[in-house]
């Protein structure tokens, strides 16, 4: 099974390196990395020319204008060969080395087309601070009605169910993987696993954890409730919220 793993990236000089690192140090042998560049002017692109040399021939690279994170996976996506999809932001680590082993496994005994896991959220500057602990738990088709999804770069998700049932939807701009997580784990009836261990390290402050942002992923998610028929849709966004404060708690007992 060959994975392809695709990170975004725009002027992230500061953490684009070990973004790069923890894909290429993963000790699965068929994994494809595709890393696309929104013409950084920060020094990103001589750090990732850098962080991939020596390593060619399983890395593509592209650096190009574009609008957006959602339209630079989406052209990842299109760019991979890969029988399944992952993503590692370009300020996140995948956990461990053999996590890519680990999720092989798990996909290939369940012959699931889906597969999520858990993640942490680590202090921007302090890596080894946790802050928020993600479990994902059982998945559920209720639960999905109900605003649980689980992280999405935990996710792993075969590359034709991808352009069988669409990609991102680039008229998002904070709320495309919570549109696509909803179509795919609400309506397209997939078999879906769920692998009971950390598989990313995300740092806070991310697009969805800005508190600036916080109002457009408000009126956004309220949008993708709206458009799936889910009625109250503002009591489906305060359940989406409140699976996360127990996120928190288990956080502090780490």
């Not at 989406?74 to 060969?81: L, Y």
């Not at 954890?209 to 993708?224: G, P």
């Amino acid at each position: 099974m060959k994975v392809s793993i695709i990170t975004s990236s725009y002027n992230r000089v500061k953490t684009i390196r070990g973004c790069i690192e923890s894909v290429l140090a993963q000790d699965y042998p068929d994994i494809e990395y595709i890393i696309v560049d929104g013409v950084s002017t920060d020094g990103s692109i001589e750090v990732i020319k850098e962080a991939i040399a020596g390593h060619e021939d399983r890395v593509k690279f592209v650096s190009e204008p574009d609008h957006g994170m959602y339209e630079a996976i989406n052209k990842g996506i299109r760019m991979a060969t890969g029988d399944v999809i992952g993503l590692c932001h370009s300020d996140d680590f995948v956990y461990a080395k053999d996590t890519v082993s680990h999720v092989v496994k798990k996909m290939e005994e369940t012959e699931c087309d889906f597969l999520y896991a858990d993640g942490i959220f680590v202090n921007e500057r302090n890596t080894r601070k946790v802050v928020r602990k993600w479990i994902g738990g059982r998945y559920a088709r209720w639960k999905v009605r109900c605003g649980w999804l689980p992280l999405h770069p935990t996710c792993y998700i075969r590359r034709d169910v991808m352009m069988k049932h669409g990609l991102y939807d680039e008229s998002y701009k904070i709320a495309a993987d919570t549109n696509l997580l909803v179509d795919y784990l609400y309506n397209c009836n997939l078999k879906v696993a769920y692998l009971p261990e950390f598989v990313t390290r995300m740092r806070m402050g991310g697009m969805s954890t800005d508190a600036s942002k916080r109002k457009k992923m408000w009126d956004e998610d309220i949008r993708v409730y709206t458009g799936y028929g889910f009625k109250p849709v503002t009591l489906t966004k305060l359940m989406k919220m409140a699976w996360k404060v127990p996120q928190f708690i288990k956080a502090k007992f780490m």
